[in-house]
């Protein structure tokens, strides 16, 4: 047979033998929730004591770009571990044609070391020698606890091993190692599968998809404690989700006519032979993620009027709205029902402003009213317009709907004219409201808004001062050129909105719903404040109770603004003993209270509340930890009524302190001693079981807010250290301090000859120190 003839089989099969495939893992969720998972991923903290062992497949066939995304995966991971000696150990060893040991658990003992060397790792190359690997681990982690500690091995691979993994894996698993299986690339989900812990599907994971990678791990850690969320809100989830596998194979696309050769000499028969076409196709193997989702900044559908609102990471959004309501926050939202008011809107229609400025005023007007006015609302608007004289178009609440006021509006003509401002405040003040206007506290709020772009011709301060005479609020709207008049027709730069392009007076509006109905928000988050828990954690109240308290005060610390200038808290616990769990100026920042909180420790034994009360006036709410003099001061005490009845004495001291103490008592009976506790009858909440902590959040935070509002004494509790005495002058305070002491507190220790006998400080809260002009007084200090 001619050697030509035999080619074309050679190319079908070689052809044939090579087999391409891609693989995948989804999860089937919205677009919202995928942002949510990614979110939440930074949100979970491991503080657990674990030993954990990434073990990295560095061979040829995961090549050196899927290697660094191991790493980078491996280092997304040590973010969430509270990593040092007693808690997280972390420790990496890469395997190819053998395995070679990067770090021991025992090197590093902060997450910033571990992360540089795990960034350091050099790609190997060789074989994927994934069963020699395991082998090497059945003596132990290499630097690890020996097993005195949840092990966990998180193996990173493509799972194309040139070797038996599945017995190594068994006995690895057998051991009470937990084996996350990580795939890499194109992984082998089989071999993945066969080398995960149980159930598998949650140990199951693909590093290329970094944030969900590491948000499917911690969630599965999450179920055994090993990790926490910082929101006690977030929750684990399950979702639908598939691996899948691109694969091409090979179809029968039909027969054509091929030559082939015969027995007899130099003939060739020609016969039909198939040919083949290659496609594409997936193979999907459907299964259950389960992933951990936190409330986002839009589960509360903020953008209204139809506003799509888009998540900016925690607890920031912003909102895409209608061409109505763009540029307006949460576009446009309505005007509170508590806002009784009255507002006129006073229209410059003169020749000054021009026929443009003037109807851009009346399409600000058009876009407010329908922006903030529905049926429910209790604001009433009218429209006036000037020049020469005042015409009121639509007078104050007469108007059957929105709609019909926008058309009325609509008809107001431009007249042109002088500009007689100060003329038409005298009418408004007399005539703009009604003649028949009820007073006192039956009347709501009169507000005139002045839109104008021109200066006016005629005197305006003293009609504006008949005005304000009149109790009408005025607020002035328009371009820079007059501002300085608006602000003297008004009374202050504070009621005055200006821009500076034509375009940005509409971005005005939200500005103005705020002026024209400002109501206090509930809460104090800008309030001054230092804040301590005391929790109870006796043996009466049980470790699971005290879960309960653990997550009701992290929900009422989310209601506060934690940094150091606004509220610090602090927490104590009691039981067997009497511990800080942190204290006030041990974190700054809420999300790590919120982690620390979760991490108090559940005591047991028998609890004595005075003691604990004791404690926090001894060693908590004193300035040497972190407590802020001048700054107002509370205690809320969860407790289950059990060994409260020495309390009452201690309370009593930390009141007369200038400490305020909430009590709130868990249980079905209310002990005489926790009312004795108690005191004031404002100072007791009573809860009848644990799982209805959260139905009293609103009291308790209205009870720490009014409190924070109260009158300070800078001299309680004693900012004065060691003996010292706090001296009240002058709207500030003074420590006298005893012999051999010194310093604004009475901290610093003074040797004999270097200082008199007694020294006396003067302090005041302007962050300032200056020495004292006269050695024959007392020196002073400014702090």
Known sequence: MPPFLCLPAAWILLFYTVSPSISLQEVYV???????????????????????????????????????????????????????????????????????????????????????????????????????????????????????VPQLLIIVTDGK??????????????????????????????????????????????????????????????????????????????????????????????????????RQADAVLAVRCPFYSWKRVFQTHPGTCYRTICPGPCDSQPCQNGGTCIPEGVDRYHCLCPLAFGGEVNC???????????????????????????LRAKAFVKRFVQAVLSEDSRARVGVASYSRDLIVTVPVGEYQDVPDLVRRLDSIPFRGGPTLTGSALLQVSEHGFGSGSRTGQDRPRRVVVLLTESHTHDEVAGPADHARARELLLLGVGSEMVQAELEEITGSSKNV???????????????????????????????????????????????????????????????????????????????????????????STRAAVLRVMSQAPYLGGVGSAGTAL???????????????????????????????EDAAVPAQKLRSNGISVLVVSVGAVLREAVRRLAGPRDSLIHVAAYTDLRYHQDALIEWICREAKQPVNLCKPS???????????????????????????????????????????????TGRQQPAPSQQAPRHLRI
Request: with cysteine; aromatic share 6%; charged share 20%.
């Open 161 to 262: 091993a040139q070797g038996p993994v599945a017995l190594p894996a068994k006995q690895l698993k057998e051991r009470g190692i937990i084996v996350f299986a990580v795939g890499v690339r194109f992984p082998r989900w089989e071999e993945l599968l066969t080398l995960a812990s149980e159930p598998k599907e949650q140990h199951v994971l693909l590093a290329e998809q970094v944030e969900d990678a590491t948000n499917g791990l911690l969630s599965t850690l999450s179920t055994s404690a090993l990790c926490t969320s910082a929101d006690p809100d977030c929750r684990v989830e399950a979702h639908p989700c598939e691996r899948k596998t691109l694969e091409t194979i090979r179809e029968l696309a039909g027969h054509a006519l091929c030559w082939r050769g015969s």
């Open 30 to 148: 919205s677009r919202e929730t995928t942002g949510k998972i990614a979110v939440a991923s930074k949100l979970m903290w491991c503080s657990a004591a674990v030993d954990v062992l990434f073990l990295l497949d560095g061979s040829h066939s995961v090549g050196k770009g899927s290697f660094e995304r191991s790493k980078h995966f491996a280092m997304a991971i040590c973010d969430a571990l509270d990593i040092n000696p007693v808690r997280v150990r972390v420790g990496a060893l890469q395997f190819g044609s053998t395995p070679h040991l990067e770090f021991p658990l025992d090197s590093f003992s902060t997450r910033q070391e571990v992360k540089a060397n795990i960034k350091g790792i050099v790609f190997k190359g060789g074989r994927t020698e994934t069963g020699l690997a395991l082998k090497s681990l059945h003596r132990g982690f290499p630097g690890g606890r020996d097993g005195a």
């Open 719 to 765: 900012p004065c250290m060691n003996e010292g005495t706090c001296v009240l002058k002058n709207g500030s305070y003074r420590c006298e301090c005893r012999g051999g002491w010194g310093g604004p507190h009475c901290e610093n220790r003074i040797l004999r000859g270097d200082a008199p006998m007694a020294d006396s400080f003067h302090v005041e809260p």
């Open 497 to 587: 909105m200006v821009y500076t392009d034509p375009q940005d007076l509409f971005s005005q509006i939200p500005e103005l719903q705020r002026r024209l109905c400002s109501q206090p928000r509930p809460g104090c988050q800008a309030q001054s404040l230092d804040l301590v828990f005391l929790l109870d954690a006796s043996a009466s109240v049980g470790p699971e109770n005290f879960a309960q308290m653990q997550t009701f005060i992290r929900k009422c610390t989310l209601r506060f603004d934690v940094n150091p200038d606004v509220t610090q808290v602090g927490l104590v616990v009691y039981g067997s003993q009497v511990q800080t769990a942190f204290g006030l100026d041990t974190h």
């Open 614 to 644: 004791l404690h926090i006036d001894d060693k908590v709410m004193t300035v040497q930890r972190g407590a802020r003099p001048g700054v107002p001061k509370a205690v809320v005490m969860i407790t289950g009524g059990s060994g409260a």
């Open 332 to 358: 446009a939202p309505k005007l509170s029902l508590e806002c009784r008011i009255d507002i006129l809107f006073l229209l410059d229609s003169s020749g000054g402003t021009t026929l443009e400025g003037f």
